[in-house]
T-cell receptor, first 112, second 114 residues
């Protein structure tokens, strides 16, 4: 079974731009969660989607948003990028919210 | 709110020596516990998990962990490490109160020296 895939793997953007990251979960998994990893704050939960609905949300500003499609693929969008948004963004999928989460390789976003 | 503490930011150890990476969590209510490993420029790989049942959990690559409810700990151990075990290790907890989102510790860098 293929694992979680994330595209693109690397992104460079400038302040003020917006960016969209994509995540394809393991086949059959309906829950997709997003995490931000930075050296200063560590791993922080962004949000979780299940069956196209946001189930859970972390403490991030409204510039961070996401969505999930009927095939369980998910995208996250960050608008008006700031330097502090530079991070590794990790996507994880699971059968349901309470099940074990399996992570993708991440997207490394650099904001200049 | 749930929190996870990994007291050791870095653990240096010689090859073939045993190692223990410590993890404590804040709440004693019913929790799920996980250890993930992250190699450079990669995502998180699940090492092992505790959901219920036996308190000694065995994972991949020879790692094991013991759930101790009274001490709210979930320490990771390996009897003999290899150079290839050099990586960042994250302890995580989830529970119903947090809607099962993963709450991570700050990570422990395991540095295996020849």
């Amino acid at each position: 079974k293929a694992g979680v895939t994330q595209t693109p793997r690397y992104l460079i953007k400038t302040r003020g731009q917006q960016v969209t990251l994509s995540c394809s979960p393991i086949s059959g998994h309906r829950s997709v969660s997003w995490y931000q990893q930075t050296p200063g704050q560590g791993l922080q939960f962004l949000f979780e989607y299940f069956s196209e609905t946001q189930r859970n949300k972390g403490n991030f500003p409204g510039r961070f948003s996401g969505r999930q499609f009927s095939n369980s693929r998910s995208e996250m969008n960050v608008s008006t990028l700031e330097l502090g948004d530079s991070a590794l963004y990790l996507c994880a999928s699971s059968l349901d919210s309470a099940d074990t989460q399996y992570f993708g390789p991440g997207t490394r976003l650099t904001v200049l | 709110a749930q929190s996870v503490t990994q007291l050791d930011s870095q653990v240096p150890v010689f090859e073939e020596a045993p190692v223990e990476l410590r993890c404590n969590y804040s709440s004693s209510v019913s929790v799920y516990l996980f250890w993930y490993v992250q190699y450079p420029n990669q995502g998180l790989q699940l090492l092992l998990k505790y959901l219920s049942g036996s308190t000694l959990v065995k994972g991949i690559n020879g790692f094991e962990a013991e759930f101790n409810k009274s001490q709210t700990s979930f320490h990771l151990r390996k009897p003999s490490v290899h150079i290839s075990d050099t990586a960042e290790y994250f302890c995580a907890v989830s529970d119903l109160d947090s809607s099962y989102k993963l709450i991570f510790g700050s990570g422990t860098r395991l540095l295996v020296r020849p």
